[in-house]
């Protein structure tokens, strides 16, 4: 070998080795910590996969009376595509470890089955593939139900479901979609979700003299604690009927809905029957004086106390829809 190749040859080794030795030093961007809280409000069936890391599959059914709108990350937007499908990777999250943990809320809510399988695509209207949260709670009131079999006995369900997450990195969040519009959707801060609402309360409020003058308006929402982190941020998912729908008709909807669409697509009647739905709140008598729906304040007595144009709360038509979602642990 020449000595000009040589010296080539000694002074290159030293510099690859230099920067292939700096490779590991070399960081990327800081990382963007913060709480995920995805909202599920409406007749959702949240399935819970015991056996695959409890990641979870949400789903509203569709309705064959065709009443159902769903709303995305907007308070005011309906969309019309006849099946939405979702997916949130574990990309920029915290993987849990364990089990979550499920608000006692959902005690009458919840069902164990026998192994759940998906029905075709076709079937559901809006489906969602989420990983494991670190908790499964929810925005109050729960609605009051009365249960048809046993001895009609009293109880409680949520009309939306709150996945927690803790996030790693916000960067690396995205929510996937089959609608190319809504496809690689990030996370709404939580505080422009509640402006929102209060921007849309204050329009309704407007209206609400106008129309009705003398006539007193519903209280407004008090957000409860979907806020209280820094650095908190949103998916939302909304399903309900038109605000414009009777009272009576939303009710009775609701326990239709429920009873007929909801319950068989979980495939275990045995374990199922005993939910089956009476009623949901008072609906055979709302023009009583007392609360038709939930024994606590909110969202709820808004929509039935409302003199003629409920509110389109920061939870979209679902409390308009008067139908409750469940929670189905499965092997």
């Known amino acids: 070998m020449k000595r000009r190749e040589v010296l080539k040859a000694l002074m290159a080794a030293p510099l690859a080795g230099a920067l292939c030795g700096c490779t590991k030093y070399i960081r990327r961007h800081p990382l963007r910590p913060g709480v995920l809280r995805v ?6 069936a949240v399935i819970v996969h015991q056996n695959a890391g409890n990641r979870i599959t949400a789903y509203v059914p569709v309705d064959p009376d065709n009443l159902h709108k769903f709303r995305f990350q907007s308070l005011s937007t309906d969309l019309t595509d006849p099946h939405y499908q979702f997916e949130l990777k574990t990309n920029g999250l915290t ?13 009458d809510a919840t069902v164990r089955i026998s192994n759940w399988k998906a029905d075709p695509p076709s079937e559901y209207f809006v489906s ?3 990983p494991a949260p670190q908790i499964v709670t929810f925005i109050p009131p729960a609605e009051t139900v009365t249960f048809k079999h046993g001895t009609r006995r009293i109880g409680h369900m949520p009309a939306n479901h709150v996945l927690e997450y803790r996030i790693d990195d916000l960067d690396d969040l995205h929510m996937n979609s089959n609608s190319p519009e809504l496809d690689r959707q990030t996370p709404t801060p939580c505080s422009d979700l509640v402006e ?23 209280l407004p929402m008090q957000p409860p604690d979907l806020c209280s982190d820094n ?26 809905f429920f009873n007929q669409q909801l319950l068989p697509s979980l495939h275990d009647s045995r374990a199922t ?3 089956e739905l009476e009623s949901i709140g008072d609906y055979r008598n709302p023009a009583s004086d007392r609360d ?5 304040s909110g969202l709820t007595e808004a929509v039935w106390r409302g003199p003629a144009h409920s509110i389109s709360s920061l939870v979209s038509y679902v409390e308009d829809c008067k139908s409750t979602g469940l929670i189905a642990v499965t092997p």
Do not use: W
Request: with cysteine; charged share 30%.
């Open 292 to 296: 038709n729906t939930s024994l606590t």
């Open 273 to 275: 029957r005993d939910m």
């Open 196 to 218: 929102r609402y209060r921007d849309h309360r204050a329009r309704e409020e407007e209206s609400h003299k106008r129309m009705l003058p003398g006539e007193p308006m519903s």
């Open 95 to 107: 993987k849990s470890p364990q089990a979550p943990y499920i608000d006692r809320c959902f005690d």
């Open 231 to 256: 650095d908190a941020h949103t998916y939302f998912f909304g399903v309900g009927v038109d605000p414009e729908t009777p009272r009576l008709d939303k009710a009775a909807h609701g326990v239709r």
């Open 128 to 130: 969602i593939n989420l």
């Open 39 to 44: 909202i599920l409000q409406g007749p959702f």
